[in-house]
């Protein structure tokens, strides 16, 4: 029996908890356990290469160049494959609001607009109601693949990956019990951290999770606009680095009327954000726009940074609107009830994340490459403290696995039922090792998947450009 969350206020704490225990009908929780592809699985390379043919065409070199730096940055880019695994198997039906492409670098240190640093998610793009099994499981093969590029022993990558499960399990057991606007108000601030630092770490681990907090606090909009931007005849403007950053005016292929539509961005992105907000954008005024490259999955969207100024050129506002495209989820669920794909990952962010950005709205533009576009916008950077898995050893692996896990249970408890899902869990750790066995079957599959793309690209089949 699956009943939407949407309908589950009206049902007694014990009837939704029947709910979670009657989903392991559906789905045991043993079921997890495992993937192995079918001999009809479809070719991974064509499901990117669908992908990039939406995308900005001489920009699709770039993401696969970046694919191919290893099996973790593959994985990255390789939200659609795992979607397409993910949606023929047996689910929970227990939905929630997910993230859609939960790995572990989506997961950092961020500034709430009270200017707190809290842990939470940080990328929405495939955001997308369904079960909440995909985003854990998303997550937890993140670490098993980690743990595989730092040499680190199965042994050491199963306890990530195990410390990481039950972390989401014991949280969501502890929501379960909790008054409902107790949990939505529940963040994962730096009180917090700091006592899971002192209770989880040695000296060591501390001091460098301390100094990766100090320099999240460095990363503000200020920094990135003493880093983009230089001073000109005109005044202050974006700094070219072709391919990966071109200013509107040097793009060869931009006509006057790309260049019109762009510039409405902002004429179409104001009425989303809330009266007082729009009052503060009006402070500033646009001098300046530039195509940029970004991330590792989303290389190839149209993205673009939007430098404004207030009262003079020391007085910035640096935006970036990003293009939304469908979810990867979308055909594995159904579909989505958004007719703007940049108002579907700007409700999706507002419900999952505790705190998010005064700058984050949506628009539609007409007339880029003669298209229609939707976007979603937010300041390009604001306190972004970005984990470095290269540079951790298995204690700091899994303190960050802990957090991560913690941080998703959150996340879901605030768009799905927690009761359900907690009493589907049960007080075992059957799931725990079942997700376990999950990633690093996945794992394998990610690395035979990345081959498939090195076999492509020496075949010429896909063009590759390093960047």
């Given at each position: 029996?699956?009943?939407?969350?949407?309908?589950?206020?009206?049902?007694?704490?014990?009837?939704?908890?029947?709910?979670?225990?009657?989903?392991?009908?559906?789905?045991?929780?043993?079921?997890?356990?495992?993937?192995?592809?079918?001999?009809?699985?479809?070719?991974?390379?064509?499901?990117?290469?669908?992908?990039?043919?939406?995308?900005?065409?001489?920009?699709?070199?770039?993401?696969?160049?970046?694919?191919l730096e290893s099996p973790f940055r593959f994985y990255r880019g390789a939200a659609a494959v795992m979607a397409a695994d993910l949606g023929p198997t047996p689910n929970t039906g227990l939905r929630v609001q997910l993230c859609g492409d939960a790995h572990l670098l989506n997961f950092r240190l961020l500034a709430s607009p009270e200017r707190h640093l809290v842990f939470d998610i940080n990328d929405f793009d495939e955001t997308l109601p369904g079960p909440f099994e995909w985003d854990v499981k998303r997550l937890t093969t993140s670490f098993a693949i980690a743990g595989r590029a730092n040499g680190f022993s199965v042994k050491q990558q199963n306890?990530?990956?195990?410390?990481?499960?039950?972390?989401?399990?014991?949280?969501?057991?502890?929501?379960?019990?909790?008054?409902?606007?107790?949990?939505?108000?529940?963040?994962?601030?730096?009180?917090?951290?700091?006592?899971?630092?002192?209770?989880?770490?040695?000296?060591?681990?501390?001091r460098r999770a301390a100094r990766a907090t100090a320099q999240a606090r460095t990363r503000t909009g200020l920094q990135a606009f003493e880093k983009l931007t230089r001073t000109t005849a005109e005044g202050r403007r974006i700094t070219p680095d072709p391919p990966l950053i071109i200013p509107l005016g040097d793009l060869v292929t931009g006509s006057a009327d790309e260049e019109k539509a762009l510039r409405t961005v902002l004429e179409g992105y104001a009425p989303t954000l809330s009266s007082e907000r729009r009052h503060l954008l009006r402070h500033y005024h646009l001098v300046d726009?530039?195509?940029?490259?970004?991330?590792?999955?989303?290389?190839?969207?149209?993205?673009?940074?939007?430098?404004?100024?207030?009262?003079?050129?020391?007085?910035?506002?640096?935006?970036?609107?990003?293009e939304a495209q469908e979810s990867v989820l979308s055909a594995q669920t159904g579909g989505d009830r958004f007719d703007n794909q940049g108002r579907r990952v700007v409700t999706g962010q507002r419900l999952i994340q505790t705190t998010s950005d005064i700058f984050l709205g949506w628009t539609h533009v007409v007339g880029i490459d003669g298209n229609e576009r939707d976007?979603?916008?937010?300041?390009?950077?604001?306190?972004?403290?970005?984990?470095?898995?290269?540079?951790?050893?298995?204690?700091?692996?899994?303190?960050?696995?802990?957090?991560?896990?913690?941080?998703?249970?959150?996340?879901?408890?605030?768009?799905?039922?927690?009761?359900?899902?907690?009493?589907?869990?049960?007080?075992?750790?059957?799931?725990?090792?079942?997700?376990?066995?999950?990633?690093?079957?996945?794992?394998?599959?990610?690395?035979?998947?990345?081959?498939?793309?090195?076999?492509?690209?020496?075949?010429?089949?896909?063009?590759?450009?390093?960047?």
């Amino acid at each position: 029996m699956t009943v939407p969350h949407s309908f589950t206020a009206t049902l007694s704490p014990a009837e939704r908890a029947q709910i979670g225990r009657s989903a392991r009908v559906r789905a045991s929780r043993s079921c997890h356990g495992w993937f192995e592809a079918g001999e009809d699985r479809f070719d991974p390379v064509e499901v990117i290469d669908r992908q990039s043919a939406t995308r900005v065409p001489e920009l699709v070199p770039i993401r696969y160049g970046r694919m191919l730096e290893s099996p973790f940055r593959f994985y990255r880019g390789a939200a659609a494959v795992m979607a397409a695994d993910l949606g023929p198997t047996p689910n929970t039906g227990l939905r929630v609001q997910l993230c859609g492409d939960a790995h572990l670098l989506n997961f950092r240190l961020l500034a709430s607009p009270e200017r707190h640093l809290v842990f939470d998610i940080n990328d929405f793009d495939e955001t997308l109601p369904g079960p909440f099994e995909w985003d854990v499981k998303r997550l937890t093969t993140s670490f098993a693949i980690a743990g595989r590029a730092n040499g680190f022993s199965v042994k050491q990558q199963n306890a990530a990956v195990r410390t990481c499960v039950r972390a989401y399990r014991e949280r969501m057991r502890a929501f379960a019990g909790m008054r409902t606007l107790d949990i939505w108000y529940a963040q994962d601030d730096m009180d917090g951290l700091r006592e899971l630092m002192a209770s989880s770490m040695n000296k060591e681990a501390r001091r460098r999770a301390a100094r990766a907090t100090a320099q999240a606090r460095t990363r503000t909009g200020l920094q990135a606009f003493e880093k983009l931007t230089r001073t000109t005849a005109e005044g202050r403007r974006i700094t070219p680095d072709p391919p990966l950053i071109i200013p509107l005016g040097d793009l060869v292929t931009g006509s006057a009327d790309e260049e019109k539509a762009l510039r409405t961005v902002l004429e179409g992105y104001a009425p989303t954000l809330s009266s007082e907000r729009r009052h503060l954008l009006r402070h500033y005024h646009l001098v300046d726009m530039a195509r940029k490259v970004v991330g590792v999955g989303s290389v190839g969207t149209r993205c673009w940074i939007l430098l404004l100024l207030g009262r003079n050129d020391d007085d910035p506002l640096l935006l970036q609107a990003k293009e939304a495209q469908e979810s990867v989820l979308s055909a594995q669920t159904g579909g989505d009830r958004f007719d703007n794909q940049g108002r579907r990952v700007v409700t999706g962010q507002r419900l999952i994340q505790t705190t998010s950005d005064i700058f984050l709205g949506w628009t539609h533009v007409v007339g880029i490459d003669g298209n229609e576009r939707d976007f979603y916008v937010r300041q390009l950077r604001d306190w972004k403290g970005i984990a470095r898995p290269e540079t951790m050893g298995p204690e700091l692996l899994g303190l960050f696995a802990r957090l991560c896990g913690a941080c998703l249970a959150r996340a879901h408890a605030r768009s799905g039922d927690p009761i359900a899902i907690a009493a589907y869990l049960g007080g075992s750790d059957r799931f725990d090792r079942a997700l376990t066995e999950f990633a690093q079957s996945y794992a394998d599959q990610n690395e035979r998947d990345f081959e498939a793309l090195a076999t492509a690209s020496r075949s010429g089949r896909v063009d590759v450009r390093e960047m």
